[in-house]
């Protein structure tokens, strides 16, 4: 199977100074009103994903980020990327979001959707969807993941958005490890695809003026 993830899988930890704890990526109870610990899976993977992005950039090691850095960075976020009554239920509305803070930073990123309809007729099939996680994968950027529903990829949560870091894809199926609650867990993007009943969409955050 072809294989495709980030250079330095290190720069999506988030140490507690206090405990030693170590997590893989943002977790959303770590807001501290309860709407946003409900709602924020949104504001949060874009948190992960461009503090990879930029920790990427800057760093000469995958040193673990403060845990309390990266809080700060999720409360900002939710000024930008922030979740209606329904959360943040499409491609669209997290692009909407994450422009915005992309424009305040003024950060060399472009965003691109892959939308996976409802519909099963209307999706695109299995290459099409590892062809665009790759480009983001190989560019050394993670992927925002939609799931409204997680069909019979019982991993998955309804409703809700996940990070993605690793592709693998072949004559097997098309996998990925995504990242949730400070976690990391392989998923099956195939049987996802095919089983789903309201869909989903992935956003890359794809980096400008790179040779990746």
Not at 35 to 43: D, E, L
Not at 95 to 111: F, M, V
Not at 179 to 194: I, P, Q
């Amino acid at each position: 199977m072809k294989k495709a993830q980030l250079s330095c899988m290190g720069l999506l930890d988030i140490i507690d100074d206090m405990t030693a704890e170590r997590f893989c990526g943002g977790w959303q109870k770590w807001y501290g009103d309860w709407w946003k610990r409900t709602a924020g899976c949104g504001p949060t993977v874009v948190s992960t994903i461009l503090a990879y992005i930029e920790r990427r950039k800057a760093a000469s090691s995958c040193e673990p980020m403060p845990i309390g850095e990266f809080i700060a960075r999720m409360n900002e976020m939710w000024e930008y990327v922030t979740p209606g009554v329904s959360g943040i239920p499409s491609t669209e509305k997290l692009i909407s979001g994450a422009q915005k803070y992309i424009d305040a930073k003024n950060l060399p990123i472009r965003l691109e959707a892959l939308d996976i309809p409802g519909k099963r007729e209307e999706r695109p099939d299995g290459n099409a969807v590892a062809a665009f996680l790759e480009q983001a994968l190989l560019a050394d950027a993670p992927v925002a993941f939609l799931c409204l529903d997680n069909g019979e990829e019982k991993k998955l949560d309804d409703w809700h958005w996940v990070t993605l870091v690793s592709l693998e894809y072949g004559e097997e199926g098309v996998f990925a490890e995504v990242t949730d609650e400070g976690h990391h867990f392989r998923v099956d993007l195939e049987l996802w695809r095919k089983t789903t009943k309201r869909g989903g969409g992935f956003v890359r955050f794809m980096p400008l003026g790179e040779n990746t």
